[in-house]
């Protein structure tokens, strides 16, 4: 069974500073992308950041502010500088991997980050 399991959420006020982490545990044959979605009350989820096999790639919102990186297949960091009130959302990791079933998408359980004076 694969396990996402995140951190690093909070409160923050305007142009501070948190780090995510997400680490997947489980049987895992192979991990095709790791990344992070988020979901603002009343919105749709989005994706802010991701590794895959093609290389990172990051929502226009976020470029140059957030950085995505990971020690392993199976771990994956979000740092987010320069936070602004509009990044408030829980924040999802997102895995997809191939197991003994197959391929498929996995989600963590999110975690809620504010940003507010």
């Known amino acids: 069974q694969v396990q996402l399991v995140e951190s690093g959420g909070g409160l923050v006020q305007p142009g501070g500073s948190l780090r995510l982490s997400c680490a997947a545990s489980g049987s895992i044959f192979r991990m095709y992308a790791l990344g992070w979605y988020r979901q603002a009350p009343g919105m749709q989820r989005e994706l802010v950041a991701a590794?895959?096999?093609?290389?990172t790639i990051y929502a226009d919102s976020v470029k140059g502010r957030f950085t995505i990186s990971g020690d392993n297949a199976k771990t994956v960091y979000l740092q987010m500088n320069s936070l602004r009130p509009e990044d408030t959302a829980v924040y999802y990791c997102?895995?997809?991997?191939?197991?003994?079933?197959?391929?498929?998408?996995?989600w963590g359980q999110g975690t809620q980050v504010t940003v507010s004076s």
């Open positions: 997102n895995a997809e991997l191939e197991t003994i079933l197959g391929k498929k998408n996995y």
């Open positions: 590794i895959t096999s093609g290389g």
